[in-house]
C-alpha cells in the first residue's frame, strides 16, 4: 500500500492545521484585517522551514526513501497566475478556507464544509472546461 | 503531555510542522505538496466530460486524494480528540469590527454558523459564503495554478517568483474583499 504513507502525512497536516486554527474563519478575517500575527507568523515560518529544507535537499542532493531522484519543477507563469490568484483570494476571504482547510472542516464536522467542498468543485471543473477561452 | 496538545497550537510550533511537510513529501516520495489539485483529480476522476483538462490518468496522482483524505481524519483528531472548547481566541478589534460590519453575535465554532449553516442556503447570504465563496476558490486555485500550500508554502519555498505573483494576488482578492466588498454587502 505505497499510498499509506501519503494519508499518515496527511493525518498528521490536518492536525496541524485544525490545532493552529488556520482550517477557522475567525482567524483568516483576523489576518485580512491586519489585527493579528497569528496567521503571518505561520505561513512565515514555514516558508523558512520549507526554504532551509529544500536547499538542504539539494545542496546535499538527497534521494528519496525508495532512492529516486528529487526534482523540483519550475512553476509556469500564466495570465491565470494573477488573475486566479486574485479569483482565489476574494473566495478565500469568503470562506476563510483554502482547499486543505476544507477538508479539515469537513473531518471535523462542519456540515457547510461538504458545500463549499461541492463548490470548489464546481470551480474547479468549469475553469476545466473554459480553459481554452481564457487568457493565459 | 495531552493538555499541551489539547491547547491551540502557537504560530512558532504550527509555522515550522507545516514548513516541514514540504521536505516530507520530497523526501518519501518525490512529490510536491499541493492540495487544491485533488479538486482536479476529483473532477477528472468523477465528471471528466470529454474535457481535454480532466482526460488525463488521474490514477498516478492518488497519493494526493490520499493526502486529503488523512487532512478529513487530522481534522476529525484536531477538533475532537484534541479538542479545546473554547472559542478561537481572536483578537479583540476583529470581534468588535465582526460584531459591527457582520452583524455577528455567535463566535463559537472553526467558522460562524450565522454564515455557514446550511439553513443558511434559503438565503441570499449562504449562498455568497458556501456557494460563491467555494466556487470562486476552486476557479481561482486551478486557474492560478496552486493555491496556500502549492504557491505560498511549497513554491515561495523554491524560491519561485510565479508563486509570489500568484500569492500577491491570493492578498490582493482577499483585501478586495475583505475591506471593499464586505461593507457593500452588509
Known amino acids: 500500500m505505497k499510498n499509506l504513507k501519503y494519508l499518515v502525512l496527511g493525518v498528521l497536516f490536518g492536525i496541524i492545521l485544525t490545532k493552529s486554527e488556520v482550517v477557522s474563519w475567525w482567524r483568516i478575517q483576523e489576518m485580512f484585517r491586519f489585527q493579528s ?42 495570465h491565470g497566475t494573477w488573475i486566479g490568484g486574485i479569483i482565489f483570494g476574494l473566495g ?29 468543485l464546481a470551480g474547479t471543473w468549469t475553469y476545466s472546461a473554459l480553459r481554452d477561452k481564457l487568457p493565459m | 503531555m495531552l493538555e499541551l496538545l489539547r491547547q491551540p497550537w502557537p504560530w512558532y510550533v504550527a509555522g515550522p510542522l507545516i514548513g516541514l511537510t514540504v521536505p516530507a513529501l520530497l523526501l518519501i516520495g518525490n512529490k510536491a505538496l499541493g492540495i487544491s489539485s485533488s479538486l482536479r483529480h476529483i473532477c477528472a476522476a468523477c465528471v471528466p466530460a470529454g474535457i481535454p483538462f ?65 439553513e443558511n442556503l434559503s438565503n441570499w447570504k449562504g449562498w455568497v459564503f458556501l456557494v460563491l465563496g467555494g466556487f470562486l476558490v476552486g476557479f481561482g486555485t486551478r486557474y492560478a495554478g496552486g493555491c496556500t500550500s502549492g504557491h505560498a508554502i511549497s513554491g515561495l519555498s523554491n524560491l519561485q517568483w510565479v508563486s509570489l505573483v500568484a500569492v500577491i494576488g491570493f492578498f490582493v482578492g482577499g483585501l478586495l474583499m475583505t475591506w471593499v466588498f464586505y461593507p457593500m454587502l452588509f
Not at chain 1, 46 to 54: F, H, K, P, R, T
Not at chain 1, 100 to 109: E, I, K, N, T, V
Not at chain 2, 63 to 77: D, K, P, Q, S, T
Open chain 2, 54 to 118: 480532466l482526460t488525463y490518468n488521474w490514477r498516478t496522482e492518488l497519493w494526493n486524494l490520499f493526502f486529503v483524505l488523512g487532512i478529513g481524519i487530522g481534522g476529525f483528531i484536531g477538533y475532537h480528540l484534541l479538542g479545546h472548547p473554547d472559542a478561537v481566541a481572536i483578537s479583540t478589534e476583529t470581534v468588535r469590527d465582526l460584531k459591527a460590519q457582520l452583524h455577528l453575535t455567535d463566535f463559537s465554532g472553526l467558522l460562524p454558523k450565522e454564515l455557514f449553516a446550511l
Open chain 1, 37 to 78: 500575527f497569528h496567521m503571518y507568523g505561520i505561513i512565515g515560518s514555514a516558508i523558512v522551514v520549507g526554504l532551509i529544507s529544500i536547499q538542504l535537499i539539494k545542496r546535499n542532493r538527497l534521494k528519496t526513501i525508495n532512492g529516486e531522484e528529487i526534482t523540483l519543477a519550475d512553476k509556469k507563469y500564466t
Open chain 1, 92 to 120: 478565500w476571504a469568503l470562506t476563510g478556507a483554502c482547499p486543505g482547510p476544507m477538508f479539515a472542516q469537513l473531518g471535523s464536522g462542519v456540515a457547510g464544509a461538504a458545500v463549499l467542498i461541492l463548490a470548489a
